[in-house]
């Protein structure tokens, strides 16, 4: 199992709507801005944009891997008499 | 004589984080009950008051959008905390006030003038309409 088999892709969500942000393309942003949702108007604090998007990745990691794991063991164990 | 704030579940959720703040931990430890208690110590805050059945709509509204979670297994509103999600609501809120805060006098000015265009532009209208009148009028 190696880790460049994985591709995961994380959307940052409006915190108050739950809609992918969107915003122009070479738009940047750094700890401190706040990040107009085009939905609902709210703005958005960067910093817990990143840590809400950081947590559902390490979750979207964790359910691959345990999956994966699993998958494997019951492969091991095919060939048993 | 109560002040009239207009309170939302936000109020609530800032009661979690002063919450954090006061006892010095994060979110995941700290619970707090949606009770006729915590009702009556946001009333006092905010010089309003909030009943205990208000306060669990919000807390109802907190939950549908996942700002808060259940701790334990129990009562619907016992043993409320804040998620990450709920944290960053109040996050971006108070620093879109601190935002505000800080505009400058010009930017406040033109701020106000783009809230109240529809206002402005009506009252340009009417002296327009009575320039015209009194020309009209009076030669």
């Given at each position: 199992?190696?880790?460049?088999?994985?591709?995961?892709?994380?959307?940052?969500?409006?915190?108050?709507?739950?809609?992918?942000?969107?915003?122009?393309e070479?738009?940047?942003?750094?700890?401190?801005?706040?990040?107009?949702?085009?939905?609902?108007?709210?703005?958005?604090?960067y910093?817990?944009?990143?840590?809400?998007?950081?947590?559902k990745?390490?979750?979207?990691?964790?359910?691959?891997?345990?999956?994966?794991?699993?998958?494997?063991?019951?492969?091991?164990?095919?060939?048993?008499? | 004589?109560?002040?009239?704030?207009?309170?939302?579940?936000?109020?609530?959720?800032?009661?979690?984080?002063?919450?954090?703040?006061?006892?010095?931990?994060?979110?995941?430890?700290?619970?707090?009950?949606?009770?006729?208690?915590?009702?009556?110590?946001?009333?006092?805050?905010?010089?309003?008051?909030?009943?205990?059945?208000?306060?669990?709509?919000?807390?109802?509204?907190?939950l549908?959008?996942?700002?808060?979670?259940?701790?334990?297994?129990?009562?619907?509103?016992?043993?409320?905390?804040?998620?990450?999600?709920?944290?960053?609501?109040?996050?971006?809120?108070?620093?879109?006030?601190?935002?505000?805060?800080?505009?400058?006098?010009?930017?406040?000015?033109?701020?106000?003038?783009e809230?109240?265009?529809?206002?402005?532009?009506?009252?340009?209208?009417?002296?327009?309409?009575?320039?015209?009148?009194?020309?009209?009028?009076?030669?």
């Amino acid at each position: 199992m190696l880790m460049k088999d994985f591709d995961f892709t994380i959307t940052a969500r409006c915190l108050f709507c739950g809609v992918p942000l969107q915003g122009p393309e070479d738009a940047e942003y750094s700890s401190g801005d706040l990040i107009e949702c085009l939905e609902c108007g709210e703005g958005n604090d960067y910093d817990s944009v990143v840590a809400v998007a950081a947590e559902k990745g390490i979750e979207e990691v964790e359910n691959t891997v345990k999956g994966r794991l699993a998958k494997n063991l019951k492969g091991l164990f095919r060939g048993e008499p | 004589m109560k002040t009239s704030h207009h309170v939302t579940e936000f109020d609530l959720l800032e009661c979690f984080v002063e919450e954090m703040e006061r006892r010095g931990e994060n979110k995941n430890l700290v619970r707090l009950d949606v009770d006729a208690q915590l009702a009556m110590s946001l009333s006092e805050k905010l010089g309003c008051d909030i009943t205990e059945e208000r306060l669990q709509g919000f807390a109802d509204r907190c939950l549908a959008n996942e700002w808060l979670e259940h701790r334990v297994m129990g009562g619907k509103y016992l043993q409320l905390g804040l998620t990450t999600t709920g944290l960053g609501v109040v996050r971006s809120r108070q620093r879109k006030q601190q935002l505000h805060a800080q505009r400058s006098k010009l930017k406040r000015l033109s701020d106000y003038i783009e809230d109240h265009k529809g206002l402005f532009v009506a009252l340009g209208a009417g002296i327009a309409l009575v320039s015209l009148l009194v020309k009209l009028f009076l030669g």
